[in-house]
């Protein structure tokens, strides 16, 4: 297997890395996995992971909750509940910072397509991209949406879009700095990027270090702390206009973390820690499990 060796710091260019942390791959393989820190600039990354055309396998389990629909197990059916809070928030997010009701929108990373579907009925024209095979079909089948395969970023006018969004994908995305420039190519000028990735810096990261669930090591080859997503936006010419916290992903986290640690009553402890990390997202946002970044261009 091929795996992608990085010895350059994607964001500062860097060469002074250093050991942060092991995380096994609790979800999939049972592997080990090294994650490095720059030196420099603090940024977080998995070394060594398959390179992005042998990763597949680490995703393929029926129960893979971003390319699921299924409501089997309690941590399922809150995820669920909370899916669907969630999608009439960052809709309302979307009219608020770009200040339109209807426009024309990319999302990266649809999975199943609720949340394209979800701007669709609002009269967004919404084009999306989704490299998952099945995700694509259940997407065309249940909300008739016509998903694009990775490749076809590449094909999309220049300026076109006036909001683009990436919900927990950019820490999936091997060819990281690529990916930045075309989005600031294929953003409008008064256009809106919005950015939501975990946050290695927060509360339920600090407390279960190489056991937050949130690291999943191989599939996140990146892990952003606000610091760092604020310097790879101002490194592309965008400006962070806003950050806001996504307090629910602690308590799913936090169930996560203690079910592959093989605790008793997992769903309680994790349900407590999550309450924890939402009292201290309230003193301080920036330590929420997952960050939503809103970047404008400069």
């Given at each position: 297997m091929n795996r992608l060796k990085i010895d350059t710091c994607p964001l500062?260019?860097?060469?002074?890395?250093?050991?942060?942390?092991?995380?096994?791959?609790?979800?999939?393989?049972?592997?080990?996995?090294?994650?490095?820190?720059?030196?420099?600039c603090g940024?977080?990354?998995?070394?060594?992971?398959?390179?992005?055309?042998?990763?597949?396998?680490?995703?393929?389990?029926?129960?893979?909750?971003?390319h699921s629909d299924t409501n089997k197990g309690l941590m399922n059916r809150v995820y669920h509940q909370v899916r669907k809070y969630m999608l009439s928030r960052k809709a309302k997010l979307i009219k608020r910072t770009s200040g339109l009701s209807k426009g024309s929108l990319l999302d990266i990373g649809t999975g199943t397509g609720y949340f394209s579907n979800a701007m669709k009925e609002r009269g967004w024209r919404v084009r999306a991209i989704e490299k998952n095979v099945k995700a694509r079909a259940f997407a065309k089948e249940h909300f008739d949406l016509d998903v694009d395969a990775e490749d076809a970023l590449a094909g999309y006018a220049d300026h076109s879009f006036d909001a683009i969004t990436l919900w927990h994908v950019m820490e999936h995305l091997e060819h990281l700095n690529e990916t930045w420039e075309r989005l600031?190519?294929?953003?409008?000028?008064?256009g809106v990027l919005i950015v939501a990735v975990p946050n290695p810096s927060s509360y339920d990261a600090v407390k279960?270090?190489?056991?937050?669930?949130?690291?999943d090591v191989p599939r996140h080859l990146w892990h952003f702390t606000p610091s760092v997503m604020q310097q790879f936006g101002v490194k592309h010419g965008f400006k962070l206009a806003?950050?806001?916290p996504m307090p629910f992903d602690a308590f799913y986290v936090s169930m996560l973390t203690e079910k592959y640690?093989?605790?008793?009553?997992?769903?309680?402890k994790g349900m407590w820690t999550g309450l924890l990390a939402w009292f201290s997202t309230l003193a301080r946002k920036g330590r929420s499990s997952s960050m939503i970044y809103v970047f404008r261009k400069k």
């Open positions: 500062c260019g860097g060469k002074q890395l250093e050991h942060a942390i092991t995380c096994t791959d609790n979800y999939a393989s049972g592997e080990k996995f090294e994650v490095m820190r720059c030196t420099r940024f977080l990354f998995t070394q060594e992971v398959p390179v992005e055309a042998e990763i597949g396998r680490y995703y393929e389990t029926p129960d893979y909750i971003s600031a190519a294929l953003l409008k000028d008064r279960y270090k190489e056991w937050w669930a949130a690291y806003e950050q806001h640690k093989g605790s008793r009553f997992s769903f309680l």
